[in-house]
């Protein structure tokens, strides 16, 4: 196994040195001379092939939103467990008019010439390394969110979107909805005055996965080897009677997943920062929270909030896995946006409403149109202009490197008792009445506070332009992680 030793990564992280992944992954050399993908397709009439890697959930909804559409064949469909892709098939023919191949390792589907785009709906650990696979043979790609494990691997993949010119969409989809774009034109022109504050929502019920007593059997309709790719294949220490021992559990789990932020929590961190109108990580973050409510296999926060400092404002993100979860400014999964003259609230993917200090309306963005961010995709892949994305790779590598540094917090953070978290934020206004809200939110829900213990997570500084905790060795290790050998993301391109 290779794992990037500090001075390893700190170089590469400089685009100064490193290490080519052997393996699947080609050098340079070796990729210019494999033979790459048919000539990408410009014109509305020519037809657009592709593939879609993983199906068994979000998947599906790639092959709804580009099977038979836009002038696009899902010619192909990928996934390691070969249980789950009966209904993928068959949603493609019904959309399509004829059945997709299936094949169950995704190298195969790299290496098919015929096929021009492929889109990646794997668990997040294979997010980052199937881009680049599928960039380096020519393809085009659209990745689900978060588009990386990793800030290093990451910032691999939006490299490599430049050097092998692909078009690269991140599955951030809100940035595709009318409303939404029409709000975030209003809030960034001053329609509220300056915003301070931007807050991100993951209010969303998140029962226990249960409680095993040692490894588990991954099913034997799926390559497990392939399916652990990067990670360790280690054999599965969960069993969720809903899921099984390797599906959906995975998000809970720091070796495949990055927990409720990584999830469903990128989308409302991606619109916060879009808000904010910054397009580079935090000077600092900190995280408070823990897994509350039950014992069981899960590893990541149920209950987190994150504080991201950008000098002249601030990011806060609040995550609730414990029901019922309550709301905020009536969103729950959502944004809320706080200026000087009112606050922007966003309670769904595609409608947004502006009120004043009084709470009076502004301003509402509600009209029945709705955003297409397969179409978009497209029709950057036919325009070749990145610029057309809606969701481009690096607007998509930097919301998800916010997820994952607060995580980095979290992970190296300190328990203390609740009783003793006075002065942990010291004078921080809207962090001391995030902090509050959240307690009053685990006391409501029984969970005893006497016992249990609040992990303060260790406030980090970024170098911004490296995309590095400075000098903070055990942090900076918390930036990549160990590849296996076959799965290793290159260094460089």
């Known amino acids: 196994m290779h794992f990037l030793d500090r001075r390893e990564f700190m170089q590469q992280s400089a685009g100064l040195a490193g290490v080519i992944g052997s393996g699947f992954f080609l050098s340079e050399t070796e990729a210019n001379d494999r033979p790459q993908a048919q000539a990408t397709p ?58 997709p191949t299936v094949v169950q390792d995704l190298r195969r589907i790299m290496e098919n010439r015929d096929i021009h785009a492929v889109s990646i709906a794997t668990p997040n650990h294979w997010h980052a390394l199937a881009g ?154 900190m995280s408070l929270g823990g897994r509350f409510g039950y014992v069981d296999d899960g590893e990541t926060p149920n209950t987190q909030v994150g504080l991201f400092d950008y000098g002249d404002c601030e990011l806060i993100f609040e995550v609730r896995g414990l029901f019922p979860m309550g709301d905020y400014r009536t969103a729950q999964v ?67 490197a916010l997820c994952h540094i607060v995580n980095v917090s979290h992970r190296l953070g300190r328990t203390v008792a609740f009783s003793r978290r006075d002065g942990i934020l010291g004078e921080h206004r809207e962090g001391n009445e995030t902090l509050n809200r959240m307690i009053d939110h685990l006391r409501a829900r029984e969970v005893n506070l006497d016992q249990a213990m609040l992990t303060v997570g260790r406030r980090l500084t970024l170098d911004v332009r490296a995309e590095t905790f400075g000098n903070d060795a055990e942090a900076n290790r918390l930036l990549t992680r160990e590849y296996r050998e076959g799965f290793v993301v290159p260094a460089r391109f």
């Not at 709470?359 to 978009?376: A, I, K, P, Q, T």
Request: positive net charge; aromatic residues 8%; contains cysteine.
């Open 42 to 99: 410009r014109g509305a009439n020519e037809r657009i092939n592709v593939a879609v890697i993983g199906v068994r959930s979000r998947g599906r909804d790639h092959i709804t939103g580009l099977a038979g559409r836009h002038n696009c064949v899902v010619t192909h469909v990928c996934d390691v467990d070969t249980a789950v892709v009966g209904g993928a098939v068959e949603l493609a023919r019904q959309r399509q008019g004829s059945a």
């Open 132 to 285: 680049i696979w599928a960039m380096q043979n020519g393809k085009h790609v659209y990745v689900e969110k978060p588009v990386s494990h990793n800030v290093w691997e990451g910032r691999r993949l939006v490299e490599a979107s430049r050097h092998y010119d692909k078009i690269c969409q991140a599955g951030t989809q809100i940035r595709s909805e009318p409303n939404i774009r029409e709000a975030i034109e209003f809030l960034r022109s001053g329609g509220l005055g300056r915003c301070s504050v931007a807050r991100g929502l993951c209010y969303k019920r998140r029962n226990t996965i249960g409680r095993v007593n040692g490894p588990q059997q991954a099913p034997r309709t799926m390559d497990y080897n392939l399916w652990c790719g990067p990670a360790s294949n280690a054999a599965p220490r969960r069993n969720n009677p809903a899921f099984g021992p390797v599906h959906y559990d995975w998000h809970w789990i720091w070796e495949y997943g990055n927990g409720d932020l990584g999830n469903q929590g990128i989308h409302q961190m991606d619109v916060a920062r879009w808000g904010l109108g910054k397009s580079e990580l935090s000077r600092s973050v």
């Open 334 to 400: 959502g944004n809320v946006f706080h200026c000087a003259n009112g606050y922007l609230v966003m309670t769904n993917y595609s409608t947004a409403t502006a009120f004043d200090n009084n709470n009076n309306v502004v301003r509402r963005f509600n009209s029945n149109r709705r955003g297409d961010h397969y179409g978009n995709f497209v029709a950057a892949i036919r325009s070749g202009r990145r610029q057309d994305l809606q969701g481009e790779i690096l607007e998509g590598h930097i919301s998800s």
